[in-house]
């Protein structure tokens, strides 16, 4: 027979089969997963303005679709600049190789000259580097097609949820006769949730573009436009996009001016942004909705990145969010609730709850 003893073990490794195995479906299924999502979101992120109009006597489906013409317009602006200086950076790359060459080269001959040593080689070759081998190319082309193809389904994704919004409430309350109001509200908040993320961090967004931009053009950066928003984008992914972006950019303006100051001074201006966005920007504008803990953040990042890319770094944060909300609406589930928030027990000053725990695994 059986211990009872047993029985926690087995929850625990059933619950862990079931956790890698909808990993591997979401990693397997990304391809209609991913795109689906970012329509999920975008619709909670549009509602307010389609449902405005929708209230001012505009049809649905005109509303819906003035609104995605809005968005697409916008969008469009946007990428159009970004490509344009996008294109003009990449002529430069030549120029820029042949500018890191002469300092690399520059800067060992002068440590020759210092440490007496003869014989470092510099930087040689630069020009021949293959950026993008040949046999790549068709990779290249084939995830190029399948990104332009789940760029282009998201639009149809969000005309669809936001149309037939009301059918997808009638279905809850059908599905959930016995507990309609937990349901709707779960469902509200996990609205909330998505709407206030990707609101605030379009905010956040432009307030740290605008912050990045305006520095990089007093400084003289040839595109300032293009990299303040390079910074202002890879900010959405928390720690690690931060790192990366400032990196190359640190180093682009290395590689275009004749000092070391302005380096150092566009490092210190950087981390001064990602302080200000962190302590105030933040939490002024986005709030604590997806109140999660750093670790958890971190491991959704990676997590994320590996089972959907770029996408998965950006959606599994408020996806994290969205299964706190559910885990603390369960009361079975509440301690994986509180072990995703960020609310910190002072366990040091509660002798009585110490000794509680104590009791607790001495009789185990």
Do not use: C
């Amino acid at each position: 027979m059986t211990p009872r003893n047993d029985h926690p073990v087995q929850l625990t490794a059933y619950s862990l089969l079931s956790v890698a195995l909808l990993l591997w479906l979401m990693h397997v299924g990304s391809f209609i997963l991913v795109p689906l999502i970012w329509g999920i979101f975008f619709a909670f992120a549009l509602h307010p303005m389609s449902n405005w109009l929708e209230n001012n006597r505009f049809p649905r489906s005109l509303a819906i679709g003035l609104t995605l013409v809005f968005i697409s317009i916008f969008g469009a602006t946007v990428i159009y600049v970004l490509l344009n200086q996008m294109i003009l950076l990449i002529a430069d790359i030549p120029e820029i190789g042949s500018i890191l060459q002469e300092k690399i080269n520059a800067y060992l001959i002068e440590i020759e000259n210092r440490l007496g040593i003869a014989g470092i080689e510099g930087l040689e070759g630069w020009e021949s580097l293959n950026w993008v081998p040949l046999e790549n190319l068709n990779e290249t082309v084939f995830n190029t097609g399948k990104s332009l193809t789940l760029i282009g389904i998201i639009p149809l994704y969000i005309f669809l949820l936001l149309y037939y919004k009301d059918f997808f409430v009638a279905f809850l309350l059908k599905a959930s006769s016995k507990s309609n109001e937990a349901i709707l509200a779960w469902v509200t908040d996990s609205g909330k949730v998505i709407h206030a993320y990707l609101v605030g961090m379009l905010k956040v967004t432009f307030l740290v573009a605008v912050m990045a931009g305006i520095y990089f053009y007093l400084i003289g950066i040839k595109y300032f436009f293009l990299f303040a928003l390079f910074i202002a984008v890879m900010n959405l992914i928390p720690y690690i996009g931060v790192v990366i972006s400032s990196i190359l950019v640190i180093l682009y303006v290395f590689l275009t001016t004749d000092t070391f100051l302005l380096p150092m001074v566009t490092l210190l201006v950087l981390w001064g942004i990602q302080l200000l966005e962190n302590n105030l920007i933040t939490p002024l504008v986005v709030g604590s909705k997806v109140k999660v803990n750093v670790l958890v953040v971190v491991l959704a990042i990676l997590i994320g990145g590996g089972i959907w890319g770029i996408s998965g770094m950006v959606l599994f944060i408020p996806l994290v969010g969205i299964v706190k909300i559910a885990f603390d609406r369960i009361p079975s589930l509440q301690p994986y609730g509180y072990l995703l928030g960020d609310d910190f027990p002072v366990l040091e000053k509660n002798e009585n709850f110490v000794r509680m725990l104590r009791k607790k695994w001495a009789k185990k």
